[in-house]
DNA sequence: TGTACATCAGTGAACGCGCGTTCACTGATGTAC
DNA sequence: TGTACATCAGTGAACGCGCGTTCACTGATGTAC
């Protein structure tokens, strides 16, 4: 089981005025409620998938994770701080994920098409096995600055990897300018993606695309962008 | 003022055992009662501008509207059919200019690439014309079937007036399924612009981009993509 | 190894706030004669 | 043109439901001696 990226525990040092750091969790000091803890987050993130995070009350949540709601609020400090957890829990496993998938040495032997088809394929899996959380998270997002800034410290990241990814095969891209390519491509994929994740399968275009279908026009369209030979 | 396009009075005739309509509205009886409604919409998608429709109480819009909590109930059968009211208004609105948008003759003058830029940037100011409403149907659309049946009538008709427009043109396009290719392009375009509307122009990638890179990126992306010749 | 005590973890009934909805009433509009 | 009456439109205080949060209490775990 990966350790979870807690915020902070409670207790603090006397003369501690350091800037109001973010609380989400109150660190469990044995390992049974720790257990608890991730129990929580799982079934939450299992009731998610049916309902948005506002029709999931608490006391639900508590339920399926086999514990209570005082032992819900000794763990989190309101209703909220359980969906940033899973926003942190989410971001770390991304980013470490994406870190690993965007070395550009793994890449080496491989085309750009391909590489591209693998990479899109995959985000579609990953997508979809979060799909619950992620809506919850887009809906959060619209409102919640403190979450959005997390997303977006995310999506930074993932674009300066997917740079210099990009950057190692210069002599297969035509996009003059390849740092504007890299963060173009991540806005039309993630764009895609988020659209699924929201709508489900049957999105809201006139029917439903088998995802082979998708993947293949995602690649498609990043390889047609990036190696674009201009007709003027 | 463009007549609403209201779903069903009350009064039905007796023998009427038509499928359970759509009322989503007390349809009106005098002229009074008929601004105060779109006082009410028009205040609705004001205040939808700067929170989610969860967040904007009824009471709040009864006096953005200089109504009456009692007056909304008057004129609509609870707050959700509210926003089912203003999605109708929407969609109405959207189908006609699509209609005129997309009519290939209004086009033949005009270069594909130069056609696609005032496609995109048209459609960038219009989304952003309805930022909130959009929003807030977005996220409603994640858990309300019949909204989303609507939404995606909507969209049906769209890539089909598209279709249209590319067959047109084929000699200029290279894509061998033009209406797949109608589809996965509305597709991209659409879910760039819902990206915008849920998160603002401050969407969740690394930094903002300006409106002109945007349109001109995605204009470019679509060409590519249209006109694409394989280089295997 | 055993006992006492402190702290941590868990329980679930009860509370209270916010907000959608209702309802008894007043005022406005239109129509019949 | 005027009056009576019916229907429509509008008002806002009061109601009630759902759900997040609290709290007094019980049970479990760990530590000191």
Redesign the pocket.
């Known amino acids: 089981v990966p350790k979870l990226a807690l915020v902070q525990p409670t207790n603090r040092n006397p003369g501690d005025n350091s800037p109001p750091e973010l609380r989400w969790i109150r660190a ?6 720790q257990r ?1 803890l991730e129990r929580i987050l799982d079934a939450t993130e299992l009731l998610l998938d049916n309902r948005p995070f ?2 999931v ?3 639900e949540i508590a339920k399926e994770a086999k ?5 819900f ?3 989190f400090d ?3 701080a359980l969906l940033y957890a899973l926003h942190e829990r989410y971001i770390e496993e991304s980013r470490a994920t994406t870190e690993k998938a965007l070395a550009p040495e793994q890449w080496a032997a491989v085309t750009l098409e391909e590489l591209t088809r693998q990479m899109v394929s995959f985000l579609l899996m990953f997508h979809r096995e979060h799909q619950g959380l992620r809506r919850a998270l887009v809906m959060i997002q619209t409102t919640d600055e403190q979450v959005r800034q997390r997303s977006a410290s995310l999506a930074s990241f993932v674009v300066d990897c997917l740079a210099r990814l990009l950057e190692s095969r210069r002599s297969e891209i035509r996009r003059p300018d390849i740092t504007l390519a890299a963060d173009f491509v991540h806005r039309v994929v993630f764009s895609l993606l988020d659209q699924i994740t929201i709508y489900g399968p049957n999105s809201p275009t006139s029917k439903p695309m088998a995802d082979e279908v998708l993947v293949e026009e995602m690649t498609q369209i990043c390889l047609a962008y990036l190696q674009q030979v201009r007709t003027t």
Do not use: E, L, N
């Not at 514990?67 to 032992?71: L, N």
């Open positions: 469990p000091v044995q390992d049974r409620s608890t506002d029709k009350s608490v006391s514990a209570s709601v005082g032992s609020y000794a763990r309101g209703k909220a």
